[in-house]
């Protein structure tokens, strides 16, 4: 956590204190989010800092070492940006709840899920498709194919 912004430090906490800004890594924000999760479902109010109370340093560095385990593992199958990823698969109503980065077998399929849809809505690059201009004035194509039966017997 640092007070300048870096390549590695591209998130900021939500538990400044008021009037300063605090840089946080992808890991840490999953973390902070985590133990935000945990203590919203026992009602506890968490205070600026909250990870160096005793408590809860112990939690933060539990679920900083599962998200490392969980941001390595999306990134072995080729997900891009994994803790954008594991941020909306949390926020995902089947992930509801789950209050700990822990439960792999229940956050990779979602999180797998949310990729491969991500991926479909990307317009691919390798296929460019392009309408050739026509001239409205120009005189309708000659019907291709074989007539049908009903226009033959018209013709009769």
Known sequence: MSSQRSVASKYTSGFAPPGDVIWI????????????????????HLGPRF???EFWA?????????AKILIDELASN???NPV??????????????VFSLGL???ILPVCMEIFRQESLRKPSESVNIQADAV?????PRPPVGNKTLFSKLKDL
Do not use: P, T
């Open 25 to 44: 890594s992808g890991m840490q924000l999953l973390a902070e989010r985590c133990c935000a999760r945990q203590a919203a479902r026992d009602k506890i």
């Open 51 to 53: 990870w160096n109370e």
């Open 58 to 66: 112990k939690e933060f560095r539990k679920q900083l070492k599962q």
């Open 78 to 80: 080729g997900v891009e």
């Open 84 to 97: 954008e990823i594991i941020i909306r698969s949390m926020n995902h109503w089947k992930l509801k709840s």
């Open 104 to 106: 792999k077998s229940q």
């Open 135 to 139: 001239d409205v004035n120009q005189a």
